[in-house]
């Protein structure tokens, strides 16, 4: 995989992935699903998602968990 493209850059080429990401709304950080398949699903390959972006679950509001615990509001 060539390296010099971002996560941001693939999720741009392929859509159809951002329904498996989430994004913190006070921080901004993205990650995805935690309930996303495994790469050994059949017909789902997301080894690209997990080589870009690490898991990040959030909560009924989109806050990740550190942002969540810190009390911090959203942006």
Known sequence: MD???SGDDYL???PHFLKWM???VACGRKGY???MPS???PKFSGQNIRSY?????VNDVSL???CAAHGIPRQ
């Open 12 to 14: 741009a080429k392929y």
């Open 3 to 5: 390296r010099r493209f």
């Open 53 to 57: 972006f690490e898991p990040l679950a």
């Open 64 to 66: 990740c968990t550190q």
């Open 22 to 24: 989430n994004q913190c």
């Open 33 to 35: 699903k935690p309930e």
């Open 39 to 41: 790469n050994d699903e």
